[in-house]
């Protein structure tokens, strides 16, 4: 006939549970808090991360002392096969600190690592105790309550492995939010003032005085700027980014060495359609870069395959600008040129586009495929007509800005 197992079961060493779980307790009631600290710090303290003081030894004790009352506590509540019960009101507990060493040690850059090998020698630190306090006759009390010492040691381990883990996530949220913030003062409506430069700098990781270089990207082209600096990333080069309403600028520091993941950005960046200003001397210098490089990739067209830099497109820009204040810089040569035929108004136009763009009588017939004595007669005819004669550099260039 089988009988229930009860609290009065002999083990195997010849005593009950009630008897095992009271010598147990006894053990664990000699346990001194401060003793344990004392040996805990006396090993940790010579960690690396922890030996250089960037954590207060004050801090270590404290939270030392409260990590080994909520151990000994939940060894205490632990039934007798060993099993921690881990009642509500200890598991609170337990996380507690837990969460309190996790935040704390995020916060000093201590790495996980070595954090988690700081918190195991609770382990060693509570094993080594409770074997000084026991006697021989204790020894299968030890063997049987030995998983359950690691098991309690281990889910405080991984109670504050997850407090670490989430503390660092925060920390890069706050940071990443707190650079942007930054970054965007560096592109506001108004330069930002050296205070705020060195901030960024700082946040940034970049001298105040790094060459730089910044991409505008409008419309549906970001979405390739977007691509550029996720290959730089994956290189482990960072671009850095800012978002206006329909366009997104990148900036990051020049890097002329062949083969390096910002070189490579930068010409990738560079064959892209966007806006593009080189060499921007300091982060003071961002603003007026950032509004250059937005307004030429406004300026970019479908033709447009590459980037616009300000030596290739001053003057649509020049004449993008005029525009906005009203001035037609060329009325009087297409109101001249309106009275012309349409075939002979088309010719003369391309003529003059020809001579502008390549400087030269005999570059400009071979672009038109006619002979030099037909393009002058042409030119000489488009100056009776308009009064410009296109062989004087200022007179000309008021077509090359109105015709870009």
């Known amino acids: 006939m089988s009988h229930s197992r009860t609290s009065h079961t002999v083990e195997n060493n010849g005593t009950t549970a009630d008897e095992d779980s009271a010598r147990w307790n006894t053990l664990l009631d000699g346990l001194g808090v401060e003793r344990l600290t004392d040996e805990f710090l006396a090993r940790v303290l010579r ?30 509540s632990a039934d007798a096969s060993g099993t921690p019960a881990d009642p509500d009101e200890l598991r609170d507990a337990k996380l507690g600190i ?44 030890l063997v049987a309550r030995a998983n359950s010492v690691w098991h309690v040691v281990d889910a405080y381990a991984s109670q504050t492995q997850g407090a670490y883990i989430a503390e660092r996530q925060r920390m890069a949220t706050e940071a990443f939010s707190v650079r942007q ?44 700027l977007r691509v550029s600096i996720a290959l730089a990333a994956r290189r482990g ?17 020049a890097d002329n060495r062949p083969g390096s993941a910002l070189h490579e950005a930068g010409e990738r960046i560079a064959a892209l359609r966007c806006g593009l200003v080189e060499e921007v001397h300091g982060l003071a210098g961002l603003h007026d870069a950032g509004e250059l ?24 820009l ?18 001249a040129l309106a009275g012309c035929g349409t075939v002979e108004r088309e010719r003369l136009v391309e003529t003059a586009r020809a001579y502008l763009e390549t400087g030269s009588v005999a570059e400009a017939a071979a672009r038109l495929y006619c002979h030099r004595n037909t ?21 000309a260039a008021r077509l090359v800005v109105a015709w870009a």
Do not use: C, K
């Not at 207060?56 to 909520?70: D, I, V």
């Open 318 to 335: 020049a004449a993008s600008r005029l525009a906005t204040d009203g001035i037609r810089l060329a009325a009087d040569v297409e109101a």
């Open 47 to 76: 960690m690396p991360h922890y030996e250089d003081g960037r954590l207060p030894a004050t801090e270590l004790r404290r939270t030392g002392e409260q990590s080994f009352e909520a151990l000994i506590d939940s060894l205490r």
């Open 181 to 224: 913030g930054l970054v965007a003062t560096l592109f506001g409506d108004t330069p930002a003032p050296g205070t705020v430069i060195d901030r960024a700098a700082a946040a940034l990781d970049l001298p105040v005085d790094a060459r730089l270089s910044v991409a505008v990207a409008a419309g549906e082209d970001a979405a390739a």
């Open 375 to 395: 393009l002058m007669n042409r030119m000489h005819r488009f100056t009776a007509l308009t009064g410009v004669d296109l062989s004087i550099p200022r007179q």
């Open 98 to 141: 837990a969460t309190d060493v996790g935040v704390s040690r995020a916060r000093a850059d201590i790495p996980v690592d070595a954090l988690m090998t700081a918190i195991r020698l609770d382990f060693s630190v509570l094993w080594e105790a409770l074997m000084d306090l026991s006697t021989a006759a204790d020894a299968p009390l």
């Open 293 to 316: 490089a937005l307004e030429l990739a406004q300026l970019a067209t479908d033709s447009d395959a590459t980037a616009l830099r300000l030596h290739t497109a001053w003057a649509r």
């Open 237 to 253: 080069a960072e671009v850095f980014t800012h978002p206006f309403a329909d366009a997104l600028l990148a900036f990051w520091p």
